[in-house]
């Protein structure tokens, strides 16, 4: 009996019975939509900098695009897309409620990041290793929905340095980028 009746207790929270009184909005697909961003970032100073941009996102019929680029200036070699190691590559998106840089810093420090809608696609494909002064430029995808009126930001990573880590740089970098952008239809 109590597994029943905890489960019970999940169901009225999930309707919005819970002890606030509201339900939990319904989530709308985003429809399709085309963003012209040109964000620009980086992380480093002077001639120590991982570069990253995001030039357009689109939302589709069936999934979601992006045109990205990741300029590597630094005097280091940065294993980017190696599809053997058994780090984590998570390139893609997250979607937050807010667009508000301190709502993504507080939600790191917490350790409760959302998780990352992963590309599926990457064209060209990722190198292997970005060399200095390198720049790798193209389209990631993946299919699925996104939630209308939520704010995505575009995940880079993971970049490893190849050798000792340029100063100030960690032994893994990657980026959830400052910038976000509302999707339409929320």
């Not at 045109?67 to 998570?90: A, K, M, W």
């Not at 937050?96 to 301190?102: N, P, V, Y």
């Not at 002064?133 to 995505?152: F, N, P, Q, Y």
Request: aromatic share 8%; hydrophobic share 40%.
């Amino acid at each position: 009996m109590p597994r029943l009746l905890a489960l019970a207790v999940l169901a009225l929270l999930a309707a919005g019975c819970g002890s606030q009184g509201r339900p939990i909005p319904t989530a709308r697909a985003a429809p399709p939509q085309n963003a012209e961003l040109n964000w620009l970032e980086s992380y480093g100073r002077g001639d120590a900098r991982i570069v990253f941009g995001v030039d357009r996102f689109q939302v589709l019929e069936n999934g979601w695009r992006a045109e990205i680029s990741l300029s590597n200036r630094t005097p280091v070699r940065y294993s980017v897309g190696d599809p053997r190691s058994s780090l984590s590559r998570q390139w893609g998106l997250m979607l937050f409620q807010s667009g508000d840089l301190r709502q993504l810093e507080q939600l790191n420090r917490a350790g409760e990041l959302p998780p990352v809608r992963s590309a599926e696609t990457f064209k060209p494909a990722l190198p292997l290793v970005l060399e200095p002064d390198e720049t790798w430029k193209g389209v990631i995808e993946a299919r699925g929905a996104l939630a209308a009126g939520s704010w995505l930001r575009i995940v880079f990573g993971a970049l490893v340095p190849i050798g000792k880590a340029p100063r100030g740089f960690p032994e893994q970098l990657v980026w959830i980028t400052d910038h976000a952008y509302q999707l339409e239809g929320g």
